[in-house]
């Protein structure tokens, strides 16, 4: 018989489903979760310098910073050596809320597959409300549009219609897959590298090309090999620059064998496929239960 568990939401994001997410979910593979704000035993905030009565506080952001502030424990993008934090990407709650929307069976057959919807017509695109924290989107724009016109149907570098849908929500991010699914490479730019010295920040940036069976073309996390299969996306931290980087991307444009090996491929790194179960997320829960 499953335990009973309280659990609650504070501070979170103004279409962030308290009931319906990928923490509820994984936590109801061993407890009988009662979301409600009254006396709960958990709370996940994204504010650090929150408490909730005596509940055990726990801090997520999807942000590129973390903090833990008066919280207990902190569920962050970063590899951090305290063991009061604990990595948790984004993309993690995007792709149950893919599976929750109807795009896959199964949170785990996210990873475990590849999503053709059609073949590809269009050469790039890049979707974004600005240039983020470093310079790197608008010169790697500038420097691959000098070889193939980019589509941005976003607010940056704007040349076509806006696709549909708020940035940052699943609605948005489920109207861009359906707009890059036209294309062979999409930008995936993290609006920043690292924290303080901490790497592994990673959205759904990387994700949502997958999930559109097109090409990532990603700059961000430097480990992002450790996640993701390198075979199946074009990192910037592999090659060390916009030119390197640039002269493969024209390799497989120009290649259609090529191209296809990159689709065949699976877009997880398999040796490090325990990320991607949801025991990975209950791990850590039960972890911070139990302490």
Not at 10 to 25: P, S
Request: proline share 4%.
């Amino acid at each position: 018989m499953k335990p009973n568990l309280k659990l609650w939401f504070t501070a979170f994001w103004g279409t962030f489903d308290k009931y319906n997410n990928l923490f509820v979910y994984a936590l109801s593979q061993k407890y009988n979760v009662e979301v409600t704000p009254d006396n709960p035993e958990l709370v996940l905030t994204d504010n650090p310098n929150s408490r909730y009565g005596n509940s055990k506080m726990v801090y997520f952001s999807g942000e590129p910073f973390f903090d833990i502030g008066v919280c207990d424990y902190a569920l962050t993008q970063f590899d951090v050596d305290d063991n009061r934090f604990y990595r948790l990407p984004l993309y993690l709650l995007y792709a149950y809320d893919y599976y929750k929307h109807g795009m896959v069976s199964s949170y785990e057959s996210f990873f475990n597959q590849r999503i053709y919807l059609k073949e590809k017509k269009n050469f790039c695109t890049y979707i974004s409300r600005g240039p983020g924290k470093t310079s790197i989107r608008d010169r790697f724009y500038h420097k691959l549009s000098s070889y193939k016109k980019i589509d941005c149907p976003g607010s940056h570098h704007n040349n076509m219609e806006i696709v549909p849908g708020e940035s940052g929500t699943i609605h948005g991010s489920i109207e861009k897959i359906k707009f890059i699914s036209n294309y062979k490479f999409t930008f995936a730019i993290e609006n920043s590298d690292s924290y303080n010295g901490h790497t592994g920040y990673t959205t759904e940036k990387i994700i949502e090309p997958f999930a559109a069976g097109s090409i990532p073309i990603y700059w961000g996390n430097s480990r992002i090999s450790e996640d993701f299969n390198d075979d199946a996306m074009i990192n910037w931290h592999k090659y060390g620059s916009d030119e390197k980087t640039i002269e493969r991307i024209i390799e497989i444009d120009n290649d259609d064998d090529l191209y296809i090996d990159y689709l065949r491929q699976p877009f997880i790194n398999l040796k490090n496929k325990d990320l991607f179960e949801i025991d990975y997320v209950l791990n850590i829960f039960d972890n911070i239960i139990n302490q």
